[in-house]
């Protein structure tokens, strides 16, 4: 009996003492933290690729240029860049260049004239382009308007220009209305100044990609968030063989790219989730192009249907090439 008894009083001895030990030393518990998976950081590899343009086979996405009526404004004697238009199906924003009213246009893909918004509190030194995409505030889509012009390479900053798209609530036409908070984006090239006439935005990053107009043409980058008080450096990121470059614009599901000069549109399409700089590593194929006199000018519809151009010369058609 005592045997049994002292065994059970040592037994409770070591429960007690095990409980004791217990929760002198259980450790707190452990919060779950929460990991957030690493964003890779984007490389800009600078590039040169090579093909010989005049080799390249044409695109079958499209078909050919269909007229669809002449620009039929005489304030409109020198556009050098159009945007598709988000207010009303089927219609342009178009810029003018130097020399012109600091104004900007819409038109309906017919040509028939919309109105005007006056730029209030910028000026025109040399608009060369202009493109249509997400910016800061996701519910809006903005107008991003290119002070890239510079045929004497002489002034060492340039600017972007972006501002929420104008939404055309009229049905009276000709409109006139007036834009004054502009937000500028100011910047230079790594190598010296440049005259540049094509500006792109990639819809899906929100980057902004400038285009030279030069014997070969060298792509740039500024990539989003741009700043907005300062002037910046754009990242040089490639060298593609074709010369005089004169307008450039992704397609709205980022996924597409056109550039253009004077003889010829590029047509690149992703296979994959490629970058747009990955993209623009690749061979191209000619999308079809009715030559135009002076043709500057080149978009996508905004529903992704073809890609609209133009030229610069007063009375001129809109062409677009539907895709098949």
């Known amino acids: 009996m005592v045997y049994k008894g002292s065994l059970f009083v040592v037994l409770i001895l070591i429960f007690m003492l095990a409980i004791t030990g217990c929760n002198k030393s259980a450790p ?5 933290v929460a990991i957030t998976p690493a964003i890779p950081a984007v490389t800009d590899d600078f590039f040169t690729v090579y093909y010989d343009l005049t080799s390249l086979p044409i695109s079958n996405d499209f078909e050919p ?16 860049g159009i945007a598709s238009g988000n207010s009303i199906s089927a219609t342009l924003w178009c810029e003018e260049d130097s020399g012109n009213e600091n104004n900007i246009y819409l038109i309906r893909a017919t040509g028939e004239f919309l109105g005007t918004v006056r730029m209030t509190s910028i000026t025109n030194r040399d608009w060369e382009d202009m493109s249509i995409a997400p910016g800061p505030d996701a519910s809006l889509q903005y107008i991003y308007l290119a002070e890239t012009g510079d045929n004497n390479k002489v002034n060492s900053d340039k600017y972007i220009f972006r501002f929420p798209e104008p ?3 009229t049905t009276s036409f000709p409109f006139t209305y007036s834009v004054s ?32 107009k030069e014997d070969q043409a060298v792509i740039y980058v500024a990539r989003y968030p741009q ?19 004169t307008a450039a614009d992704i397609s709205p599901g980022g996924n597409e790219i056109v550039i253009k000069n004077y003889a010829i549109t590029l047509y690149w399409k992703k ?29 996508w519809a905004r529903d992704g ?3 609209f151009t133009t030229s610069e010369l007063p009375g001129q058609p809109v062409y677009f090439y539907k895709r098949k």
């Open 28 to 32: 707190a518990p452990v919060k779950p």
């Open 65 to 80: 240029a269909k007229n669809l009526g002449l620009v039929q404004n005489s304030l409109l004697n020198e556009i050098s």
């Open 271 to 299: 296979t994959s989730d490629e970058s747009i700089s990955e993209l623009l590593k690749k061979t191209p194929v000619r999308a079809p192009y009715q030559i135009e006199e002076k043709g500057e000018s080149i978009c």
């Open 167 to 169: 939404i055309i609530s």
């Open 227 to 245: 700043k907005i008080n300062s002037v910046f450096t754009m990242t040089k990121l490639g060298v593609l063989p074709i010369s005089n470059v």
């Open 305 to 307: 249907s073809g890609y």
């Open 181 to 212: 908070a502009v937000e500028k984006i100011s910047f230079q090239y790594p190598d010296g100044n440049k005259n540049a006439e094509a500006v792109m935005i990639d819809p899906l990053t929100k980057d902004i990609y400038v285009v030279s």
